[in-house]
């Protein structure tokens, strides 16, 4: 395996290591939803929001789409779902 790929993975799986999006993964898993519905749903506030789902984004877990004024999130594929399930299987297994 490269090097580089390697670095990847690892990249993904500090992002994903954090309780906080993963409560946003778990969250757009029904669908893409706005920063104000994820706030509003996980009791923070939006930039704190904001500041996570950019992670997210940069890291290509989610991706976003504009409409107006208002930016839409949604989970970047289904192996993000694959590997959220996956994980929980194997947590909830043990």
Do not use: P
Not at 46 to 66: F, G, P, T
């Amino acid at each position: 395996m490269e090097e580089a790929v390697i670095n990847q993975v690892s990249k993904m799986y500090k992002v994903l290591g954090d309780k906080t999006r993963l409560k946003i993964l778990i969250f757009l898993q029904s669908g893409e939803k706005n920063v104000s519905a994820i706030a509003k749903h996980l009791s923070m506030e939006q930039s704190a929001v904001s500041h996570q789902l950019k992670l997210l984004r940069d890291s290509k877990i989610v991706i976003s789409r504009r409409d107006g004024k208002i930016i839409y999130y949604a989970l970047a594929d289904h192996h993000v779902i694959d590997i959220l399930h996956q994980t929980f299987e194997h947590v909830l297994h043990s």
